[in-house]
């Protein structure tokens, strides 16, 4: 019951996300900065220390730190392959190049959202509580998740029904990846590692992706207070759901 609440809120998350970014684009530098401190967040505070604490009942804290590097460097591979990230200087690029650097952006972070919705299931696995802070951080993501897909098809040519396409298919990905945790389950000698590879995603996807998206939107002082805002509400989140 819980999970399928979870998987309507993602949807929603999204959706409300693309409609923000459609309607008030002055706006998204703080949407993002709060969302780049929450997903850090979570990953310093709830991810990292469940990963440690389940990870070093089997492995040594080493292995945990090298699942973490895991995880980040290949999302940085990732990204860097797929092309998520759109070079907006450049310019001789043909309408159709950017047409499918738009459709293919929001693919892989469709992709992405899709991943988001098995970390939530995993987190599950470990424990009620980690499933809900990871649900909580992932929310904000998605948000942000919904904004990114509107801007990237619209920035590279595509228009709003393209757009709103786009904005669906990433909508469903996490409640597909949450429904997809239901057919298998994460041995425990394993669950802190997999923990650990989450905590190498979202801190790469905070730090590389959402933190400068925020910056370059609007370099002002109040995007780094709400990014930190971001951060300190996950961690009092995190501080009220361990006691």
Known sequence: MVLALIAMLTCAATFIGGAFALRFRDKLHLILGFSAGAVIGVALFDLLPEAIDLGTKYHDARTVALFVALGLFMYLVLDRLILLHTHEEDEEASPDTHLHRGSFGALTLSAHSFLDGIAIG???????????????????????????????????GGNRRKALRWLL???????????????????????????????????YLGASDLVPESHHRHPRALTTLMT???????????????G
């Open 122 to 156: 995993v987190g599950f696995q470990a424990s009620a509580t980690i499933g809900l802070v990871i649900a909580a951080a992932v929310l904000t993501h998605d948000f942000s998740d919904g904004i990114n897909t509107v801007n990237l098809v619209l920035k590279n």
């Open 169 to 203: 298919a990433d909508a469903f990905a996490p409640v597909l990846g949450i429904l997809s945790t239901l057919l298998f389950v994460i041995p425990e000698q394993a669950l802190g590692l997999i923990l650990a590879i989450f905590v190498g995603t979202f801190l």
């Open 228 to 242: 930190l805002l971001g951060a300190g509400v996950l961690y009092f989140v995190v501080q009220f759901a361990g």
